[in-house]
């Protein structure tokens, strides 16, 4: 689905999500690439894909997927137009073994990370100053922010020869925010699929999954899958759920 000439003027701040490490972790996992043997062209036209996607959908994205992208842009011109003559500049395997290498060290770091969160999440349970979850004994994963653009891309894909331009006034995420937890309301879950359903044009959509980030950024909603690149449910926090009784 095409987004272009969208008219946004709501941002959300792409770094509180997940960083440029993260994306690549994400599309290596998601195209079962082998870490060590990234191949170039194709991760780099992935990755620039996002880049596009984050535009689109106005989303105030870090510089530092840009210093990715552009170095996945040099290595990749350094494969297919090598040096006929002989410089002193590393090989384009020698940065290749980098990005490996960084991956595997941020991709250590991140399981580190998670340990602390779940230690976290045990003292949250006891002590309960912050929301929680509810408990769900298959969905334990929470998704990533690519997760997510996946799923909307997914979505607004089928819902494509639905869609149609209408003009809406007004149309702003905090009244969309509020749709969405009434949809909630009563309820353990959502699928994801659901917030989205009778959309009636493109920007509706966009606003649309620019609540839910808003939400899920302000940890009032929590994103889970049961398997990774699975479907996802939109959970309530508990703390949330007793306020709105």
């Known amino acids: 689905m095409d987004y272009e000439g969208q008219d946004m003027d709501y941002r959300i701040r792409l770094e509180v999500f997940e960083g440029p490490l993260d994306l690549l972790l994400h599309l290596v996992k998601k195209n079962e690439l082998d870490i060590f043997n990234i191949p170039i062209a194709q991760i780099t036209a992935d990755y620039l894909s996002y880049i596009k996607l984050f535009r689109k959908l106005n989303l105030d994205f870090a510089g530092e997927f840009l210093v990715i992208a552009s170095t996945l842009i040099y290595l990749k011109s350094r494969m297919l137009l090598p040096s006929v003559e002989p410089v002193e500049e590393e090989e384009p395997e020698d940065y290749q073994a980098e990005l490996a290498a960084r991956l595997i060290e941020y991709q250590k770091f991140k399981e580190v990370a998670n340990a602390f969160r779940e230690k976290e999440t045990m003292q949250r349970d006891i002590y309960g100053r912050l929301p929680i979850i509810p408990e769900e004994e298959d969905y334990s994963i929470e998704a990533t922010l690519f997760d997510l653009l996946d ?25 969309r925010i509020k749709e969405i937890l009434e949809l909630l309301k009563n309820k353990r879950f959502i699928n994801f699929e659901t ?15 620019l609540a839910l980030l808003e939400l899920i950024r302000l940890r009032v909603v929590f ?21 709105r009784g």
């Open 195 to 209: 917030i989205f359903s009778g959309q009636s044009s493109k920007r509706l959509l966009i606003v649309t999954f």
């Open 151 to 175: 799923a909307f891309q997914r979505v607004a894909f089928r819902l494509e020869e639905e869609v149609r331009e209408i003009i809406q006034e007004d149309l702003r995420v905090e009244d």
């Open 223 to 243: 994103a889970r899958q049961a398997r990774p690149f699975g479907d996802i449910r939109i959970y309530k926090a508990r703390e949330e759920l007793v306020a």
